[in-house]
């Protein structure tokens, strides 16, 4: 009997698990379809998975229109910045925390979740008036600033996780063997601690490459602007979208992080094999 239940449970999760990925799946295929349909078919009282005539014609429009490949630069650097600094901001920080367990760092650690509740609209103002003062308005950079102070929470509390993952007998024992502390966190620490600071870093690029309010408020110039805002002016003034080219930006915008995905999950999973190993 407890065999037939097990396995029906497993077969409920599986199916759980699969309703899932098909809820997950279907605005991305419908996306692609979309992507490759000419317009005839677009507007199509009987629209079909599979185009018929499919075309690069949605493609060539979206990039002749807006400038695609800038506004993609501009997200890439500023991604690929404020997952970077945020990483290496909030690591010696998480290991503090978890390390030396406190009041404070207990607070702090308190604070980090609560301040993730914070709706942007109440952080536009304050941040929009000092990014002024510091001439850092329409600029990259201050946008930088920006994702940075809002990933650095959570990429710490993530972080704070993974460091009190890492036993500290390993510490310990690598500090008898006469390992000075830059020696024991280099050696043993870091090599175990590298796919939680992946994940994080991995986090931190997908939050401010899709992110869009603060790119909207804080970048003007079209040649400064990131592709989420960059993907709107394919939006008519009343509303009226141009489908194709727009659904073929969007895919190209959805590339990178899928692919950069791909990539880094096979290493963060090779690196906690390797951790387990270590340990």
């Known amino acids: 009997m407890s065999l037939r239940t097990s396995r029906s449970a497993r077969t409920g999760q599986y199916v759980a698990l699969l309703g899932y990925l098909v809820f997950l799946a279907f605005p991305f295929l419908w996306l692609i379809s979309t992507a490759f349909k000419p317009a005839r078919e677009l507007g199509s009282l009987h629209p079909t998975w599979i185009p018929e005539h499919p075309t690069l014609?949605?493609?060539?429009?979206?990039?002749?229109e807006q400038p695609l490949l800038q506004a993609a630069a501009n997200s890439l650097i500023a991604a690929l910045s404020a997952a970077l600094i945020s990483v290496v901001i909030a690591t010696p920080m998480a290991y503090v925390m978890a390390r030396h367990r406190t009041r404070l760092s207990a607070a702090a650690t308190g604070w980090v979740v609560v301040s993730q509740a914070f709706p942007f609209v109440l952080l536009i103002i304050p941040l929009f008036l000092?990014?002024?003062n510091l001439h850092l308005i329409n600029s990259l950079w201050g946008l930088i600033m920006v994702y940075v102070v809002w990933a650095l929470p959570f990429a710490l509390w993530m972080l704070v996780g993974y460091v009190r993952a890492v036993p500290a007998e390993l510490e310990e024992a690598a500090s008898v063997d006469g390992a000075s502390r830059l020696r024991t966190l280099v050696s043993v620490t870091a090599p175990l601690?590298?796919?939680?600071i992946v994940a994080t870093a991995l986090f931190a690029f997908i939050t401010a490459w899709n992110e869009f309010f603060f790119a909207l408020v804080l970048l003007k110039t079209p040649e400064k602007q990131t592709l989420p805002v960059v993907l709107t002016h394919f939006l008519g003034a009343e509303g009226a979208a141009e489908l194709g080219p727009l659904a073929a930006a969007a895919f190209l915008a959805t590339l990178p992080s899928l692919v950069i995905f791909a990539v880094i999950q096979r290493r963060i999973t090779g690196g906690m094999l390797?951790?387990?190993?270590?340990?």
């Open 274 to 279: 390797a951790g387990a190993v270590k340990s």
């Open 130 to 132: 000092i990014l002024k």
């Open 193 to 196: 601690l590298a796919p939680g």
């Open 57 to 64: 014609d949605n493609f060539r429009q979206a990039f002749d």
